[in-house]
């Protein structure tokens, strides 16, 4: 729409032979009209929220192609009317949401003078969980008139919200430029839960939109770090000589009985965009680490640690390099390993889980705090904030982190943790 607008200003001044800058009273040659702001580039607006959300609040604003020199009202309405006009055109079925679950405060908007948009205006909705599970309600929002006679910009006028109170998980934490680290995990209580276990299973929700490959001036990318403890367990995407996209575990202290690398390195790869549950067990009697995507065994292979235990919350390997050996979600060694990505759903157990259990569980763990072998479940699920609770028991919250930290001496930078609160993650457990 921006496009189309600029467009139309210079079709404009070319025409008339006027320069914008000659228009003293800040309006500009092409015709006014009025828009809603957040239909500027597509009318649709999903209200996507878990099953247990009784309210939400949305907002949208009121804008002008160009400024006025005089106050302008903007009056709008529910526009019940234009339900069966979507349908048509969108080969939906979607019912109007009812009164009772959505409140509009006001009526109209002000745009003052000299300014191209109004103050915020509010939907609120209401009892929502009381909508039936997974479908869609459209709840249109159209303008009407302006107090001046102005006219209104045809397709941004009307805003189409999809109201839909989903079984799916809906809100993920964004860690583009930040990661996880868990504070307790640094003391002796905190980490007890992660320490001295003999069968360990991670599992990860994660969603990466693109795999780069390099940082503009500072250096090439050639791993996505998803979770866990350089040169212990960490579970990763690419490395250095290996396909970007394929998943992979870099293990210490371990051999493989028949001999190989020190790195379990299956040809599974993962597409940029696309969400997936990933998860590693290993059981250290049984000596077979294994890994499942979206639920299903991917690659087995024979692994014998040289420890009688799995240390996940170890904090040091020695060496000048000790800052990179601890867990953390999202980040790995120096800030040229970052997961860039949405994780959603993750955890540690001190057992190494079934195929059935992982396949069953992808989503939620129900009652997760009477489950003693579940030593860790941050759900992402807050949608605000900097921290990730723990879901589980033992209480390990994880916090935000930014920058390259020097973990070892207290140098950590807290970050800015993005949320997407309008995500749908597909539930495949749920389609065979």
């Avoid at 050639?222 to 960490?234: A, I, K, P, R, Y």
């Avoid at 390195?265 to 597409?271: F, M, N």
């Avoid at 759900?379 to 900097?386: A, Q, V």
């Amino acid at each position: 729409m921006k496009h189309i607008l600029l467009a139309l200003l210079a079709v404009s001044a070319a025409a008339t032979g006027c320069k914008t800058e000659d228009y003293n009273d800040g309006t500009t040659p092409v015709a006014n009209t009025a828009y809603i702001g957040a239909a500027e580039t597509t009318p649709d607006a999903p209200v996507t929220f878990k099953r247990t959300v009784q309210t939400l609040d949305r907002e949208f604003s009121v804008k002008l192609v160009s400024p006025l020199s005089e106050e302008i009202a903007v009056e709008f309405r529910i526009d019940a009317e234009a339900v069966a006009e979507y349908n048509r055109r969108h080969g939906t079925s979607y019912g109007l949401l009812e009164a009772i679950h959505y409140r509009l405060a006001q009526q109209s908007a002000e745009i003052p003078a000299g300014k191209v948009e109004s103050d915020p205006v509010t939907i609120h909705f209401q009892g929502l969980d009381q909508l039936e599970m997974n479908e869609t309600y459209l709840l249109p929002v159209s303008l009407t008139s302006t107090s001046n006679g102005l006219g209104l910009l045809r397709g941004s006028e009307t805003l189409y919200y999809l109201v839909k109170r989903s079984s799916a998980i809906t809100t993920a934490a964004d860690l583009t430029d930040c990661y996880m680290w868990v504070p307790t995990f640094e003391t002796t209580e905190g980490q007890a839960p992660i320490m001295g276990l003999t069968a360990m299973t991670y599992e990860i929700l994660v969603n990466v939109p693109e795999f780069t490959t390099s940082i503009p001036g500072q250096g090439t990318i050639n791993v996505t770090s998803v979770m866990g403890v350089e040169q212990h367990c960490l579970l990763r995407i690419g490395d250095s000589g290996y396909p970007r996209q394929q998943i992979q575990l870099q293990v210490g202290d371990v051999h493989f009985p028949e001999g190989g690398e020190n790195n379990v390195i299956p040809a599974l790869t993962v597409d940029p965009g696309e969400w997936y549950h990933i998860a590693f067990t290993w059981d250290i009697e049984e000596e077979v680490g294994r890994i499942y995507v979206n639920g299903r065994l991917a690659y087995a292979d024979r692994l014998a640690c040289d420890s009688e235990t799995f240390d996940i919350g170890q904090v040091s390997k020695g060496g000048s390099e000790d800052t990179a050996y601890r867990f953390l979600i999202g980040y790995s060694y120096n800030p040229f390993r970052p997961l860039n990505g949405m994780v959603s759903e993750a955890r540690i157990w001190s057992v190494a889980r079934s195929e059935e259990e992982i396949f069953r569980d992808m989503y939620e763990i129900t009652d997760p705090a009477s489950k003693p072998e579940l030593r860790a479940y941050w759900k992402f699920n807050e949608g605000s904030g900097n921290t990730a609770k723990d879901y589980s028991m033992y209480g390990n919250d994880a916090v935000c982190l930014t920058g390259s930290n020097n973990m070892e001496y207290g140098d950590r930078t807290e970050g800015t943790l993005k949320w997407n609160n309008a995500i749908e993650i597909p539930m495949l457990n749920q389609q065979e």
